[in-house]
């Protein structure tokens, strides 16, 4: 997640996600989507995975990774009970989406 310095920039957030695409962790692919200013829930958190997953399972013969790994940064000590809630919702529903 990047936010611009400035309290009262009105610009919006960046929220980005890497995924490798190999067995060997060599290979990566990102996706990146503009959200409100200063959010720190990942809006399109599910979507973003899903994206990632289905290039994954593009380049590995239709298979999906065997587990899947979130670092996540960016998030305050207040929100984090909230932030936690909502990825990994949006990960279990992701999980069950057929990809």
Known sequence: MSHLLSSRSMAPSIATMVGTM???FVQYADEMRAQPTRKEIILHFGDMLKEL???????????????????????????YEIV????IDAIKKCQGCGI
């Open 22 to 24: 190999d067995q060997t």
């Open 53 to 79: 997953l289905n290039r994954f399972s593009k380049k590995n013969n239709n298979k999906r990774p065997q587990r899947i790994l979130v670092y996540r940064d960016g998030v305050s000590e207040g929100m």
């Open 84 to 87: 936690k809630k909502f990825e």
